[in-house]
Each structure stands twice: as C-alpha cells, then as structure tokens.
C-alpha cells in the first residue's frame, strides 16, 4: 500500500487507487499521516476538519470519520485510540513525504561533503515525488496549517539542487530556471545568489548585478531590512571579478580567508 500526499491525497494498493469519500476523509488520512505515528489529538484534527466552528456532536463525528477510513483501508493499516485522539501507523506501507525526507536528507548530506553529482541524483528523485500542489483535494484548514511547511521542504531542495548543478557547471542551462525561481520567490536570497553566479559565469556580469539591486531594493522596501551575508558576499564577488565564483558557492565562502577578493590581484 502506499499513501501520497504531496499532490492531491491519494491511497494505492498496487496499480489500484483505493477510493477515499469525500474531502473529510481525504483530510483525516492526511492530518494522521503528517502526525507521523504519534497521536493527534481530537482538538488538532477538529479544527482541520472544521476549523473555530466544530460541530456539536463532536467526538460522535470524529468517531464516524475514523471508522470509515479504518474500514476503507483495511488491515494493513491500523489506526488506534488513545485518551483523546488517534494514531495510524503505516507499517510496511510507503509513504512519499517519508521519501521524500529521507531522499532530502540525504542529497543536503551529500552536497555537504561536496559529492555534487550524487547529491544532484538524490535531490531530483526526491522532487520527482511532486505530483502537483500539496493537499490539493483537503479542508482549507489542514492546507493552512500544513501546506507552507511542506512547501518551504520542497523550495529548499530545489535550493540544494541548483547549487549542486552549478558546482558541476551546468549554469547555461539554469539561468531561465532561477530566472523564474527568483520571480517565484523574490525574498529568497539563495536563489538570488545563485541566479547572479550563472549570470556571472555567463559573462553576463551587468546582468548579474541588477539582480542584485532588484532584490536589494525590494528587501529595503518591503521588509525594512538589507540583504543577507550570502547575497553580499556574491555581489562583492561579482564586482571585484572574484575567480571565487567558478568555484562552488559552498566552498569559497566556507573557506577561513577565501572569500570574495581573496583571489583577485590588485
């Protein structure tokens, strides 16, 4: 059996997609899946089912819900009761945000050590597992909830992912992905950064530097803040034509004494 929930949520035995009963049911094998077998307790799952407004039969409601997907599920799942809430535990079954996390981890792990292709590999697998928006088909609620965390996963391996492709020298062929990673996510630094390094490496130094001053005027303006260390640093780079930037942004701001200007001859 496997579940999916990165995507529309969705319960496969085999080739054969397991039918789930409406958005209520859909909602409560997602909020058990996401408690990662530690009990939810029946005020959390309430209020992903009906947000500040539950009904007044509550615990009857909750009661039916559960025995509903027991019963749809059957008993390669189990899900039990304890105090005040439930627990499913998976058991052999898979799950793709399991995956997923252990796919993440091990690609951040990976590009840690410097192993780029191998961390490229694992990255792409893990984002392969996206079937579409997260919790497409659940309440509003759990999506509220829910939804940003997973998001912001996924937003942090396609990071690691670009940094991995750049350390290998794919860099042509990257500009147009962070081109609209950048507009996707405009307070996101590291794409920014990233976005100026391709440039750079491009010859498109002028190019690279307005990146900068879009992103510097927008983090002033809007947030009241100046650009973080990581985009400072690859725009002193950028100015000073640091040889630094061929280099994988890892190493050459890691390094004691081998940051932007540390390469270039005056």
């Known amino acids: 059996m496997e579940f999916r929930i990165l995507g529309p949520v969705q319960v496969r035995d085999g080739a054969v997609e397991i039918p789930l009963q409406g958005a209520k049911q859909r909602t409560v094998l997602a909020a058990l899946l996401m408690a990662e077998d530690s009990y939810l307790a029946d005020t959390e799952l309430s209020w992903f089912l009906w947000g500040d407004h539950p009904p007044a039969t509550l615990s009857a409601q909750l009661y039916t819900q559960v025995s509903r997907l027991r019963r749809r599920l059957g008993a390669q799942v189990a899900i039990t009761r304890r105090a005040q809430g439930y627990r499913l535990r998976t058991g052999a079954a898979r799950l793709d945000f399991g995956e997923f996390q252990q796919l993440a981890a091990h690609g951040q792990s990976a590009l840690g050590a410097g192993d780029y292709r191998q961390a490229g590999g694992l990255l792409r697998d893990a984002l392969v597992l996206w079937r579409g928006p997260v919790l497409a088909n659940v309440s509003e609620h759990l999506l509220r909830a829910e939804g940003p965390a997973l998001e912001e996963a996924r937003v942090a391996v396609l990071a690691g ?66 650009p973080g260390a990581l985009l400072r640093d690859v725009h002193r780079a950028v100015l000073a034509s640091d040889p630094c930037l061929h280099r994988p942004l890892g190493q050459w701001r890691a390094g004691a004494g081998d940051g932007p200007g540390a390469g270039v001859r005056h």
Do not use: K, N, S
């Open 161 to 226: 992912l670009m940094e991995a492709d750049l350390a290998l020298g794919r860099h042509p062929r990257l500009v147009p992905a962070l081109t609209r990673l950048v507009a996707r996510h405009p307070v996101h630094e590291r794409f920014r950064a990233q976005l100026m390094t391709a440039l750079y490496r491009c010859d498109r130094r002028a190019e690279a530097l307005a990146v900068y001053d879009r992103g510097r005027r927008l983090l002033v303006g809007e947030l009241g803040i100046e």
